[in-house]
């Protein structure tokens, strides 16, 4: 194995025994290496500049001679004698030997006292695994310790700096190799790893490949006048010996101004910026593997530094109070370690079906790749920076790259033996990008805010490239995508971030009769995906406070005005539906809603896969996606997220049904490919929340699925608070970050700051000043954009091209394989990808009956939805049977049969009487008891019997009543007791009523001397008098009635409806 030391060995004096990392030393050199000695034929290198001394170089055209790949090396390693030891961190020490002038001249033979080997003394670290107990006896040579790197990834996270030794003369075990054949030259080489040198006056770029086999070189001038950069590309490729030559002439120029050192190893390029003063160039410092596609690596940024482009060895910074530096502070609020990606050799700007169809239309012309890069300027978040670049460089995205803003994630399906890699990759918007409450809408550009599109890659890795075998490049048919979007509702509608205010009102700024900001959204949808748009609108129809209401109708009409212009068969299917109100409703089954529209939306679009002809796809036929989904709701979070998770899954089945993978196309929830993927989906709603909100999802699939209510109760509760807060104190900052690194904003001389600005709105919109073309109002799509998708078909390759090998045209085996590189299983991205293993519980597998398949349900727990909609068909059949049918279901599921035909089934027995739980099980407990705690256990179980007893009668009593003669003779007296009731009542006794009856004594016993005292008031006896007239027409009504209660109480109901408030109402009539 290889031993790799803690730093790269740097140039030093012979007369140093080690070297320090911050002040490396100086070139140890004689006379044949003077700046004197090196007149002759022009340097070699086309960028060298100023560096190699007033005497040797003038101006561009310097004499240093041309470094031919058949020299002898000019420098060699000093090795550490036998008796000498150095530790892991200690550097070699390197001495030069003379270089003839000429090539005729031969070099003089060199003698080294000692074997040009190292030695190292390594401390033995404490081993990250668990040792097993069964292995080998260790040989002699294993009983060094090897130090063990704490990366999880194949390659460590931090980029190790450029080896600036003798390469020929290295340890024989390093792990980087020299290939000398000339094929490993042919095909595509990028570069992956840069190291960054200074000098007083220059910064130099020195970029390798993946083998470390070839170079290039980039200066940088620190000198140059403030606003101006000056960079100097060499496009010559060097080996690794002739950098090694380069760098130390660099060094042996520059010794009376401090030397050439090294300021760090990066890993990419983001570009340049200026803000106030001098331009800063931003470097990716560290990485992680995040994702594979198709042999190629995505990775996430871990870490970044920002070197300012200033002369000196040791830049000043910005004063403290200054404008550059608050410029910077601002820079330094937008965290670029969460949620950026990057790929060398993978355009993750563009779907998967774009990269295809480029690539194949580039060998429909003849040509091994496409001329130039197509990266999408939409979702490059550093295009701003990359702009410097591309003006003073000819090949600015060699050097440098385009990241993206989102979400990356990638997990594996294990099916028997079958690998499935589920990739997920979301990219944002960096036009009209910002915070939730300070971006809504539309510009007048057409771009909305929360501009996200979704893609999901279902490939199974049978083969790792995107080629297909016998040369058929990039028709591979083991890979599939499908495509969705979401975005705020294209209007001009704003809400006003108050912290007083959880939710602010909804307030139209501009209605414009014509949508014009819809309409070149549309258009831009139509040429990023095709025809038709589904748009899967998910905002409320009904509030108290109309808010996402107002948006539902003004959304609505403008869909049906562009629609009368757009051809029947590429109009805009439009699906208004209040999913908020539906998941609040038991009548109404949210994820079988979504499902139904999954399925439609899948049968419209389509999806790509990949292949070598069209037609049947088990004939490895391809097919493209035409059109897409787009959802949004109010905010574009949770209820979107949840849409998109149900069409995702449904896309999914269809992906897996084209793969061969399954028979159908559908998956059930609950199984282990679903609960996969609903985490995937989980985290990639919860990114695109705290990018665009500041907090996770408020409502998950758990949420609108019905499960854990009570134990996501309180987490959505928490997020809302979270989301609040972020609103209303934090949002301002993002903000200017994101208009600071977008180049939304931009310094000019007596311009207002960008922190005293009151608003950003004119940052994010067109001038009104400039005159632009107004676009047609009824003819406002792009014909072109109409137009179906097609994949064009390959011809047969040239007989140049056949010939070449895979490598010339993708570098896939050198970014994933790692030729002659050595490294571990616990190291390689691949064996430490999530799968669907990780679900399967290893102890229910030994016995042989467990379901290995990732289809099969493995939840316990049966779905509130579910159980609702088995309520209902089971209240369904409850009503549509019969009395009789039920009570026969009832009392054959517990043995009572109801008396036929007037004959008693027989009983069946009792039920033997229940032992006591303590003194019959365990009677030895009972034998120390008192004889009181004896009573208590046999008053209990004379208790049970006779409350079980009692029980058996009311049910028997239930089932088959018994009515006795009295109670039968008082039903009939109750009965009957209406129909013997006299109509006219008289004083007159009837003729069998009983005289001794206790009614005629009570009746009877008013005596003369009490009817005699009984009175009435005047008042009453008008009153009565008024009563009982009746006048001659007694239905007409005359003003001296109004006075009356009931008919002030019938005109004010006849006035308002209603009887409330009568007596204000009697005071107001009365007065």
């Keep these: 194995m290889a031993v790799t030391t803690g730093s790269s060995p740097t140039f030093s004096n012979p007369s140093s025994s080690t070297n320090s990392l911050s002040t490396p030393p100086q070139l140890d050199t004689d006379d044949s290496l003077s700046p004197s000695s090196l007149v002759g034929e022009p340097c070699g290198m086309s960028s060298c500049g100023s560096d190699m001394g007033e005497e040797a170089c003038k101006g561009m055209n310097c004499e240093i001679p041309v470094l031919g790949r058949s020299e002898p090396s000019i420098v060699s390693v000093r090795a550490f004698p036998e008796d000498e030891s150095a530790s892991v961190t200690t550097q070699p020490t390197i001495t030069t030997t003379p270089v003839p002038v000429t090539a005729d001249e031969a070099p003089a033979p060199v003698t080294p006292s000692h074997p040009p080997s190292l030695s190292f003394r390594l401390e033995a670290p404490e081993p990250t695994y668990p040792q097993l107990l069964n292995n080998p006896p260790a040989s002699p040579i294993a009983n060094q310790p090897h130090r063990i790197s704490d990366d999880k990834d194949e390659e460590s996270s931090v980029p190790k700096s450029f080896d600036r030794s003798d390469f020929k003369h290295c340890h024989k075990d390093h792990k980087e190799f020299l290939h000398d054949d000339e094929k490993d030259f042919e095909g595509v080489r990028r570069m992956h790893k840069f190291t960054l040198y200074e000098t007083a006056t220059r910064f130099y770029i020195v970029g390798s490949d993946l083998l470390d086999s070839r170079f290039r070189i980039l200066k940088i001038d620190r000198t140059a006048e403030i606003g101006d950069l000056s960079i100097t590309e060499d496009e010559v490729v060097y080996t690794r010996e002739e950098t090694a030559k380069l760098l130390a002439t660099i060094e042996d120029g520059n010794i009376s101004t401090g030397g050439l050192k090294q300021k760090c190893p990066f890993w990419g390029l983001l570009g340049f910026i200026r803000f106030t003063g001098p331009y800063y160039m931003l470097l990716i410092t560290k990485r992680s593997i995040v994702a594979m596609i198709g042999g190629h690596y995505v990775y996430q940024i871990d870490s970044t530094e920002l070197v300012p482009l200033t002369a000196g060895m040791a830049p000043k910074k910005p004063e403290r109070n200054s404008e550059e530096a608050r410029f910077v502070s601002i820079l330094g609020n937008l965290d670029l370690t969460r949620s950026f990606y990057f790929s060398y050799s993978y355009d993750i700007t563009r779907t998967l079906q774009h990269n295809i169809i480029r690539q194949r239309e580039a060998l429909g012309k003849g040509l091994a790749k496409p001329g130039d890069h197509d990266y999408n300027d939409m979702f490059a978040w550093n295009h701003y920076l990359l702009e410097p670049a591309k003006s003073h460089m000819r090949n600015a995205y060699d050097w440098c790259m385009p990241i993206v803003h989102g979400y990356v994630d990638q997990a594996a399906i294990s099916v028997y033996g079958r690998v499935i890699y589920i990739t997920v990759i979301a990219r944002r918007s960096r036009y009209f990008a910002g915070a939730r409450f300070l971006k809504r809408g539309a510009n007048d550009l057409g771009y909305v805010a929360n501009d996200v599109e979704t893609e999901q890659i279902v490939s199974e890795m049978l083969t790792t490239s995107f080629h297909a075998p016998m040369k058929n490049l990039y028709s591979n048919p083991n890979y599939t995508s499908y495509v969705q979007h979401r975005g705020s509702i294209p209007l001009f509608w704003t809400q006003k971030n108050d912290a007083a205010t959880p939710k602010p009102p909804v307030e139209m700024n501009l209605v414009d009769p014509f949508f014009s900001a819809a309409a070149l959204h549309f258009d831009d949808l139509f040429q990023r995906y095709g025809a038709p748009v589904i748009v899967l609108n998910l905002v409320k129809s009904r509030e108290r406070t109309p808010r996402e209401s107002i948006l539902l109708k003004e959304f609505t009409q403008a869909i049906n005005y562009l629609n009368q212009f757009l051809p029947a068969e590429k109009s805009i299917r439009y699906i208004a539906w209040d999913m908020s109100r539906a998941s609040k409703s038991r009548d109404q089954d949210v994820i079988e809603t979504l499902e139904t529209i999954a399925e439609n939306v899948l049968n419209t679009t389509g999806f790509f896969h990949n292949g070598l002809k069209p037609g049947n796809e088990n004939e490895s036929g391809y097919s493209l996606q035409n059109g897409v989904c787009r959802t949004n709701c109010i905010d574009c979070l949770d209820r979107t997220n949840a849409a998109q998770f149900v ?335 006299p109509l006219v009542v008289t004083s007159e006794l009837p003729e069998d009523a009983d005289p001794d009856f206790v009614y005629f004594d009570y009746v009877n016993n008013a005596s003369p001397e009490a009817a005699a005292g009984m009175t009435a008031k005047a008042e009453d006896v008008a009153l009565y008098d008024e009563f009982v007239e009746v006048p001659e027409n007694p239905l007409s009504v005359d003003e001296t009635d109004r006075e009356k209660k009931r008919y002030i109480a019938y005109q004010r109901w006849i006035t308002t409806g209603n009887f409330k408030h009568l007596r204000n109402y009697v005071g107001s009539i009365r007065a």
Excluded at 699 to 722: A, C, P
Excluded at 893 to 921: D, E, F, M
């Design 647 to 981: 069409i995702g899954k449904r896309a999914l089945g269809h992906q897996l049904h084209a793969l061969g993978v399954i028979s159908g196309t559908s998956i059930d929830y609950d199984t282990d490919a679903v609960n996969l993927f609903t985490h995937m989906y989980h985290d990639h709603g919860d990114t695109i929340a705290v990018q665009y909100a500041g907090s996770h999802l408020v409502n998950t699939m758990e949420t609108y699925r019905k499960i854990n209510q009570w134990t996501s109760h309180s987490r959505d509760m928490l997020e809302s608070f979270k989301r609040y807060y972020n609103n209303s104190f934090l949002d301002g900052q993002r903000q200017e970050a994101y208009n600071l690194f977008l180049g939304n904003y931009i310094f000019a001389q007596g311009q207002p700051m960008l922190w005293d600005l009151s608003t950003d709105y004119y940052l994010h919109h067109a001038d009104p000043r400039l005159l632009k073309r107004r676009r047609s109002y009824v003819k406002w799509w792009t014909p072109k954009n109409l137009v179906e998708r097609s994949m064009p078909e390959i011809p047969p390759l040239s007989d140049e091209l056949a010939a070449r090998p895979y490598c010339h045209f993708d570098d896939y085996w050198l970014e994933y394989y790692r030729p002659k590189a050595l490294s571990s299983f616990l190291k390689v991205f691949t064996y430490n990808l999530n799968s669907t293993l990780r679900y399967i519980p290893v102890k229910m597998t030994q016995t042989g009956r467990y379901d290995l398949s990732p289809f099969t349900v493995r939840s316990n727990h049966v779905d509130h939805h579910h159980a609702e909609n088995a309520e209902k068909k089971a209240k369904v059949e409850r009503d549509s049977e019969t009395a009789e049918g039920r009570l026969k279901k009832i009392t054959a599921l517990h043995g009572w049969l109801p008396p036929q035909n007037g004959i008693a089934p027989p009983q069946p027995p009792p039920p033997p009487p229940r032992k006591s739980s303590t003194i019959s099980v365990y009677p030895e407990l009972s034998r120390g008891f008192s004889s009181p705690t004896k009573q208590h256990f046999s008053l209990g179980k004379d208790l049970m019997q006779i409350e079980r007893r009692d029980m058996d009668q009311a049910i028997e009593r239930s089932l088959n009543p018994v009515l006795g003669e009295e109670e039968a003779e008082e039903y009939k007296r109750y009965m009957s007791h209406p129909l013997n009731l």
